[in-house]
């Protein structure tokens, strides 16, 4: 499904580089070059490796940085309208709730309809925050229905991202219906405690996956100085055989290499501890600039950009964030939202059909 979904990016950014730039001069190419000097450092580094890890491990490690370049493309092409993702989003909803529907009566566990739920929630709830303005008078239903699916999959980090969303979207005091969006954002809470009970089962936090990876973590990095904490280990260094051998379980991740199994940060499934292992403090907050500059550069509402990176901090304690094509999608969208849509997805709800009931213009954010 990922090989897929590269294809489905692909399609979409041929189909934006076609349309003209709406910036008199997009700002990409000072940022492409730092990104392409960084990946450039860090596959040198990678080549001359004695004994380098597979070009499929390098990859996956850096495909959050490679992503960089790719946005840079959506930069100032503005090829996405909210009322057709709002379109999208409600046949997405529609038929992924009927299919994790589906799956749970027939007895089936953790319900997907791309790949794993943890990924897919992540583009689910963020391509839902961005069309809120546009799903209409039953706006509401369309949560509700986002809601029923995170608790369907009962994923934890998808309940912590949904919990995210609804205090985007509802958490305003001074709202008449504040009393009823703070017993729904109340009953949001109640469903992730359950799942976090239910998934932890009788072992408490000792048996919860992501803290046992942190420990082996903790582990690996134990003896780490300062430039290992800000640049990272040598691109790639495989964990120690003891870790290696306790997650074998694992074993679509594990790589075999002369012979012997290898293991890299990849089994380590959160990409917030991946990130720094592989790329140190430094590293990781370069990526974070980046992708803000991103955003800010295309005129992306600051709210908007606070709450895509607050789903994908929350996803990058799970999986792989902005590291795989789940997680990139929603950031590609905003980006590339027409001119005069990118302002906060909460801000212009109201403001745009107060606007449209006077027959005032539509309204743009302020620059």
């Known amino acids: 499904m990922p090989l897929a979904m590269d294809g489905v990016l692909g399609a979409v950014l041929l189909a934006c580089l076609l349309s003209p730039s709406r910036l008199s001069r997009p700002p990409v190419a000072t940022f492409s070059l730092l990104t392409s000097t960084y990946l450039i450092l860090k596959t040198s580094l990678y080549a001359l490796e004695a004994d380098p890890a597979p070009a499929t491990e390098f990859i996956r490690a850096y495909k959050a940085y490679f992503f960089l370049l790719f946005l840079a493309f959506f930069v100032g092409r503005r090829c996405f309208s909210r009322e057709g993702l709002a379109r999208t989003v409600k046949i997405l909803l529609g038929l992924t709730l009927l299919k994790y529907i589906a799956v749970v009566a027939a007895g089936g566990d953790r319900p997907g309809i791309w790949t794993e739920n943890n990924f897919e929630l992540l583009t689910l709830i963020g391509l839902t925050y961005i069309a809120f303005p546009a799903l209409g008078q039953y706006s509401g239903a369309w949560v509700a229905a986002l809601s029923l699916i995170t608790i369907l999959s009962e994923s934890r980090s998808g309940v912590v991202e949904l919990a995210i969303l609804l205090v985007a979207l509802y958490l305003k005091p001074r709202s008449p219906r504040f009393p009823l969006y703070l017993g729904a954002l109340g009953c949001a809470l109640f469903a992730a405690t359950e799942i976090f009970a239910q998934r932890a089962g009788q072992g408490g936090l000792a048996s919860v996956d992501r803290f046992r990876f942190f420990q082996f973590f903790q582990r690996e990095t134990s003896h780490w100085g300062i430039q290992e904490w800000l640049f990272g280990a040598p691109p790639l260094t495989p964990l120690s055989d003891a870790s290696c051998k306790a997650l074998s379980s694992y074993d679509s991740l594990v790589s075999l290499q002369g012979g012997d199994e290898v293991c890299y940060s990849v089994i380590l499934h959160m990409y917030s501890l991946r990130a720094i292992f592989d790329q140190g403090l ?55 939202l027409q001119v005069g849509e990118s302002g906060s997805a909460v801000g212009r709800s109201r403001g745009v059909a107060a606007s449209r009931m006077m027959g005032g213009p539509r309204l743009s954010r302020p620059h």
């Open 282 to 336: 430094l590293g990781t907050a370069f990526l974070a600039v980046m992708l803000w500059y991103l955003a800010a550069t295309s005129c992306v509402a600051r709210k908007d950009r606070l709450v895509i990176f607050a789903l994908a901090l929350a996803n990058s304690f799970s999986v792989s964030s902005v590291n795989s094509e789940f997680g990139v999608l929603p950031l590609m969208v905003l980006i590339a």
